[in-house]
């Protein structure tokens, strides 16, 4: 996890160093001040939550994942690089089964808070595409719930963890307003995709 951090964390400083700089101001124009909201699928969480399925002798499924459901503020420091953070939030619900036998059985829900701190690095500039690398780094807190089907006894638990996002490839699409899609890993998700507003 080190390496991948530390190699995307590299890739987006080596481009940040030789991306071109238009002679035109006209990403200024465009304006520095930029927010957006996105959604994630698959966001990495606590272990337990990440991955649904059978692990040892019980069963874990989801009944709902709303997935990362985000919200950002960046600062254009330039036309390359560009700095803020993003608030995230997910939902987990579900249920998990003994498989050899009918006790230790719950259902779960957990819900999480995340601040993300985060470098965007737009190393291709055209007039409508954008190319981008976003690396980020802060803390996800997470809301548990855990409720037994034998006694109704519930357990509740608040734990801090340390999140990321590293997304070695993104695109946008527009000027000042735009739509963005891009792949990386963290808690913002493999897959994301969402909407952008500058001024």
């Known amino acids: 996890m080190k390496t991948l951090f530390f190699a995307t964390l590299f890739f987006c400083c080596t481009f940040a160093g030789f991306a071109r700089q238009s002679k035109s101001d006209d990403w200024k124009q465009q304006g520095r001040h930029q927010v957006g909201v996105s959604w994630g699928i698959a966001p990495l969480g ?90 980020g780094v802060g803390v996800r807190f997470e ?7 034998d006694s109704g006894a519930q357990t509740r638990s608040t734990t801090g963890y340390f999140a990321f996002q590293l997304s070695p490839i993104g695109i946008e699409v ?14 913002l998700g493999v897959g994301i995709v969402g909407v952008r507003y500058r001024f």
Not at 143 to 149: F, G, L, Q, R
Not at 175 to 181: E, I, L, M, N, T
């Open 143 to 149: 809301a548990d719930a855990k409720t037994s089907n």
């Open 46 to 135: 606590p272990l337990e939550y990440n991955f649904p399925g059978a692990v040892g002798d019980k069963v874990r499924e989801d009944d709902s994942n709303t997935g990362a459901i985000s919200a950002y503020y960046l600062y254009r420091a330039s036309k390359v690089i560009a700095v803020g953070a993003s608030y995230i939030y997910t939902g987990v619900k579900g249920h998990s089964n003994t498989l050899l036998q009918q006790t230790g059985n719950f259902h779960y829900k957990s819900r999480s808070h995340t601040i993300l701190p985060q470098m965007q690095v737009n190393w291709l500039n055209r007039k409508r595409v954008t190319l981008y690398s976003r690396v």
């Open 174 to 187: 527009g000027r000042k307003f735009a739509g963005f899609a891009e792949i990386g890993l963290g808690t």
